[in-house]
């Protein structure tokens, strides 16, 4: 059907209380982002309820555009027209002669209650005329055609499509985190679900050239591109991390070098994080998915840290995990052969269990403090939107 508003839902933000209005805010700045080409197009009123978007003229591929916010519950595609009784009858018998299908339900809500008709008064005038004019038949409870009508203050609105949107919290309403990346299918999955969280996310991540190929950097920016979808900018802070990887597995014990490996990223990723005024970490780690996500590793390797370490994919699977990364159209860009060097220096036994005073013990071969502070001062820094 034709439509010349759309209304947005907020979901889980209606139950903000005193705050509700600044996340609203944030998911208005959020739509007229991702509809910056089309500013002359439409047109946002912003009420307590909804945001309305009046459009002036069609807007290219708005169903995609509008399903990649976050915050947003889902929207609907409406007409809005005059609330008179039986200009109603007309549109809504217009429409459904339209819509393909051969059974009905109207679903009436009278949200204006001074208009003069109760929502079953309308059900039953608008049904009654379709049922008179056409072959449909009413079914309440699987019909091929649902059309809602919401009579509110200032006009009657009639729609036949809902579309489930993105959910969670606008962007960048509930902080910011540093998310430690790879080139793999985990990080960018669990960023996108930090992000419809409502996270700004900034990235990190770890390169041991000549060990590392450049096509991972390549494929890092194009995961972060797509990602853009979501977050329209995102910074990317590659760690030069070759000198003290070589050192870890020079002085490493036979099962160690990974879980060792991780406390010296952990460490490099705290310090950044605090410079750049981030409260907290954030990774793509599955529990028991590989050898230093157990929870033995985890709770040894996050010991170097006292920031709070969110994991979104903790009690993901692999399938769940890659079924969302072919949905959000990172996982074809994940699989590209260029492996990061988590993967490259991986023992071939290593420790599901490591003992924390073996990692200390590892630790205090070598001073390690000169070498994250000279990577550090070393960084590579790109934005990507």
């Known amino acids: 059907m034709d439509y010349n508003v759309v209304i947005v839902r907020f979901g889980e933000m209606s139950t903000k209380g005193k705050n509700k209005r600044d996340f609203v805010f944030r998911l208005a700045h959020?739509?007229?982002?991702?509809?910056?080409?089309?500013?002359?197009?439409?047109?946002?009123?912003?009420?307590?309820?909804?945001?309305?978007?009046?459009?002036?003229?069609k807007i290219d591929n708005l169903v995609d555009i509008l399903k990649e916010i976050s915050g947003m519950y889902s929207f609907s595609l409406a007409l809005k027209i005059d609330p008179d009784l039986e200009n109603i009858k007309s549109e809504a018998l217009r429409i459904l002669k339209e819509e393909?299908?051969?059974?009905?339900?109207?679903?009436?809500?009278?949200?204006?209650?001074?208009?003069?008709?109760?929502?079953?008064e309308i059900n039953r005038a608008i049904a009654g005329n379709i049922l008179k004019n056409t072959d449909k038949i009413v079914d309440v409870h699987n019909p091929d055609i649902?059309?809602?009508?919401?009579?509110?203050?200032?006009?009657?609105?009639?729609?036949?499509?809902?579309?489930k949107g993105m959910g969670g919290y606008p962007s960048g309403?509930?902080?910011?985190?540093?998310?430690?990346?790879?080139?793999?299918?985990?990080?960018?999955?669990?960023?996108?679900?930090?992000?419809?969280?409502?996270?700004?996310?900034?990235?990190?991540?770890?390169?041991?050239?000549?060990?590392?190929?450049?096509?991972?950097?390549?494929?890092?920016?194009?995961?972060?591109?797509?990602?853009?979808k979501f977050q329209p900018k995102i910074?990317?802070?590659?760690?030069?991390?070759?000198?003290?990887?070589?050192?870890?597995?020079?002085?490493?014990?036979?099962?160690?070098?990974?879980?060792?490996m991780r406390r010296m990223m952990y460490r490099i990723a705290s310090r950044l994080a605090v410079r750049l005024k981030i409260p907290c970490?954030?990774?793509?780690?599955?529990?028991?998915?590989?050898?230093?996500?157990?929870?033995?590793?985890?709770?040894?390797?996050?010991?170097?840290?006292?920031?709070a370490v969110l994991r979104p994919l903790c009690t993901y699977d692999k399938v769940d995990i890659i079924k969302i990364s072919e949905k959000i159209g990172t996982y074809d860009i994940s699989i590209r052969p260029f492996e990061d060097c988590c993967t490259i220096f991986a023992p071939v036994k290593p420790k599901t269990s490591p003992h924390l005073d073996e990692c200390r013990h590892i630790e205090s071969k070598f001073d390690f403090e000169p070498l994250i502070e000279e990577a550090l001062n070393n960084l590579d820094v790109r934005y990507i939107k």
């Open 146 to 163: 649902t059309l809602d009508i919401e009579i509110r203050d200032d006009g009657a609105y009639l729609f036949t499509t809902t579309v």
């Open 173 to 228: 309403s509930t902080g910011k985190c540093l998310m430690m990346i790879s080139g793999g299918i985990d990080s960018p999955v669990a960023s996108y679900l930090l992000i419809r969280r409502g996270i700004e996310i900034t990235c990190i991540h770890f390169a041991s050239p000549p060990y590392t190929n450049s096509g991972v950097i390549d494929k890092l920016e194009d995961l972060l591109h797509t990602l853009n």
């Open 281 to 307: 970490l954030a990774t793509g780690e599955s529990v028991g998915q590989v050898a230093s996500q157990t929870l033995d590793s985890l709770n040894v390797i996050n010991e170097v840290t006292n920031m």
């Open 235 to 260: 910074r990317l802070f590659i760690v030069p991390f070759t000198k003290i990887q070589e050192k870890i597995y020079e002085i490493s014990t036979e099962g160690y070098p990974i879980t060792i």
């Open 100 to 120: 393909k299908g051969s059974t009905f339900k109207i679903h009436a809500r009278r949200i204006d209650k001074s208009y003069p008709y109760i929502s079953d």
């Open 30 to 57: 959020s739509i007229r982002l991702n509809l910056r080409n089309y500013e002359d197009d439409y047109e946002m009123i912003i009420r307590h309820d909804h945001i309305y978007l009046n459009i002036k003229n």
